[in-house]
């Protein structure tokens, strides 16, 4: 069915591609994304907290089938914000290496990674800090149509 037959009267909405740059500053918008990890012989989605540092990703967890599955694997992380009244959004997808910050790091890097501020909403021990460093940014938009220009009621008279 088209927009005319549905009778909404506007074109197609349209998606646009994000840059990288803008990529980053609608990460930095949100504190809650999805880190995506093989475990358990399925593809897991996770939802956790968040802070950017720079290009890396910094997550706070507990010792479990996050930290356990992310150490020094490639992983996925999504956020994304959606209107539905508008029928409009973005989403933003991170696509790299994970890696549990530690003693074993530069004094400097534990330092910067815990000044992130990660603050995790989940109740329970959430002590590991990873950082997502990221090989691909890709983003993506939802504009919605472009509405058709008023028509003056006086030009069927």
Excluded at 71 to 89: K, L, P, S, Y
Excluded at 107 to 132: F, I, N, S, Y
Excluded at 138 to 155: F, K, N, Q, T, W
Aim: with cysteine.
């Amino acid at each position: 069915m088209t927009n005319a037959a549905a009778g909404s009267g506007s074109s197609d909405p349209t998606m646009q591609v994000i840059p990288a740059d803008e990529c980053y500053r609608l990460l930095r918008t949100q504190q809650i994304g999805r880190i995506g990890v093989n475990a358990e012989h399925y593809p897991l989605v996770l939802p956790v907290n968040f802070a950017v540092d720079g290009t890396s990703l910094v997550i706070r967890t507990h010792p479990g089938t996050i930290l356990r599955a992310a150490e020094h694997a490639n992983v996925t992380f999504e956020v994304d914000e959606i209107d539905q009244r508008t029928r409009t959004g973005w989403s933003v997808l991170v696509r790299g290496q994970a890696e549990e910050v530690g003693e074993q790091h530069r004094a400097e890097l534990v330092e910067r990674t815990r000044a992130t501020g990660v603050e995790p909403w989940a109740p329970g021990d959430k002590g590991h800090w990873l950082r997502l460093i990221p090989h691909d940014v890709s983003g993506r938009r939802i504009v919605p149509g472009e509405l058709p220009s008023p028509v003056d009621p006086r030009a069927y008279l």
